[in-house]
T-cell receptor, first 118, second 113 residues
Framework: GAGVSQSPSNKVTEKGKDVELRCDPI?????LYWYRQSLGQGLEFLIY????????KSGLPSDRFSAERTGGSVSTLTIQRTQQEDSAVYLC????????????????FGAGSRLTVL | QKEVEQNSGPLSVPEGAIASLNCTYS??????FFWYRQYSGKSPELIMS????GDKEDGRFTAQLNKASQYVSLLIRDSQPSDSATYLC?????????????FGAGTRLFVKA
């Protein structure tokens, strides 16, 4: 697609329920990131996918969080047994290259999925 | 020490003034540095990228990089009320799998008309 698409845009759930957030990156982009942004805070790195390499999961805050990327394209972030502290905007971003010094490492962000856990 | 550090602000400047935003990073081998702008309720968007020591200018924006001091800054000349936003510094941090992009907490800028 023309941009990074995320769904749902808003999700309200009850504590203890599982949620799935979806990200459809720009076609051809091999790198995909998930970040979390709490109200008034910066972007917290969660997980990074690059091509067929093993994902960098170092930012996932607990084992309730998991993510997968199927076919090198669409990614799903799953939060199990949601807690109130999981309430935040979850941002997905993609980029076309992997080289550290490449000018193509610019991230394009989706509009985000706002999660509210009651 | 956080990987990317910024003063959270808020930074308030009058219209027409120069706004100076600063960022330090911990990874000495980082090679790519970015400034993103985020308006309230919106997603971040790229303003500038810089890879070499020195200054890089684009319109009213100038990015400055000093790898020896592990410091990157953004200057906004002739600040406008429309520049009021949060400015996020981002750095590519090298890791065993390659690298990943890490963001600072952001600096809130207010430009007063």
């Amino acid at each position: 697609g023309a941009g990074v698409s995320q769904s749902p845009s808003n999700k309200v759930t009850e504590k203890g329920k599982d949620v799935e957030l979806r990200c459809d990156p720009i076609s051809g982009h091999t790198a995909l990131y998930w970040y979390r942004q709490s109200l008034g805070q910066g972007l917290e790195f969660l997980i990074y996918f690059q091509g067929n390499s093993a994902p960098d999961k170092s930012g996932l805050p607990s084992d309730r969080f998991s993510a997968e990327r199927t076919g090198g394209s669409v990614s799903t972030l799953t939060i199990q047994r949601t807690q109130q502290e999981d309430s935040a905007v979850y941002l997905c971003a993609s980029s076309p290259r992997t080289f550290p010094s490449s000018g193509a490492n610019v991230l394009t962000f989706g509009a985000g999925s706002r999660l509210t856990v009651l | 020490q956080k990987e990317v550090e910024q003063n959270s602000g808020p930074l308030s400047v009058p219209e027409g003034a120069i706004a100076s935003l600063n960022c330090t990073y911990s990874d000495r081998v980082s090679q790519s540095f970015f400034w993103y702008r985020q308006y309230s309720g919106k997603s971040p968007e790229l303003i500038m990228s810089i890879y070499s020591n020195g200054d890089k200018e684009d319109g009213r924006f100038t990015a400055q990089l000093n790898k020896a001091s592990q410091y990157v800054s953004l200057l906004i000349r002739d600040s406008q009320p429309s520049d009021s936003a949060t400015y996020l510094c981002a750095v590519n941090i090298i890791n065993t799998g390659g690298f990943k992009t890490i963001f600072g907490a952001g600096t809130r800028l207010f430009v007063k008309a």
